[in-house]
């Protein structure tokens, strides 16, 4: 039999697709421009809409192609950004570490992520432009991790412009859904039907179909 074409091979092991959001001018686009093509540019990214870019990693021995789509901030395209949260499998909640309302308004990003978002989606706390300067710092780091706790996830400083910590976030986040995936694998078992023997009559006829039904 003719091997299957090369086209039906798929060249991953896990697709995942994440989800960038926060406030307009937090970076998104810079980190997304950082870690999926290793660039960086000074000039303001308006997202109309919604973008992605794929990027394949390899992670504890298996080729991950992740998916990252990046959401305007702006309200008026709140409607078709939260079109995009249900088939996310993680999400970056990302804020300007230099400016307060960004990170305050996080809160109503959640709510939208509960509204919109599968109750297992992998989230992520971003504190972005740790680059700048201490003096223009609205938001401590320790206010960030205060919050991560809160919600039970994790959080990272990051800088688009100088690199940190951009590789960690995206590799913390697809480390923690493989994980999740590959635990939900192994919890699924094979559905058996106990096949009783027909001597044991009709009363072992209904044990059978309750098994088939629990199984279904």
């Given at each position: ?10 060249d ?18 810079c ?74 308004n ?7 992520i509960?509204?919109?978002?599968s ?29 991560a ?27 923690d ?40």
């Open positions: 039999m003719a091997a299957p074409p090369a086209r039906a091979r798929a991953y092991d896990y697709l995942i697709k994440l989800l960038l959001i926060g406030d307009s001018g937090v970076g998104k686009s980190l997304l421009l950082r870690f999926s093509d290793g660039s960086f540019t000074t000039s303001f990214i308006t997202t109309i809409g919604i973008d992605f870019k794929i990027r394949t990693i390899e992670l504890d021995g298996k080729r991950i192609k992740l998916q990252i789509w990046d959401t305007a901030g702006q309200e008026r395209f709140r409607t078709i950004t939260t079109a995009y949260y249900r088939g996310a499998m993680g999400i970056l909640l990302v804020y300007d570490v230099t400016d307060e309302s960004s990170f305050n996080i809160r109503n990003w959640i709510r939208n509960e509204q919109h978002a109750d297992n989606v992998n989230k992520i706390l971003v504190g972005n432009k740790a680059d700048m300067d201490e003096s223009k710092r609205a938001v401590p780091t320790s206010k960030g991790q205060a919050l706790d809160e919600y039970g996830i994790k959080f990272f400083e990051t800088s688009a412009k100088t690199n940190l910590n951009v590789e960690q976030v995206f590799f913390s986040i697809a480390r859904i493989k994980q999740r995936l590959a635990d939900t694998d192994t919890r699924a078992e094979p559905t058996t039907i106990k096949i009783n023997q027909p001597d044991q009559g009709a009363g072992a006829g209904q044990a059978a179909q309750r098994s088939a039904c629990c199984g279904s």
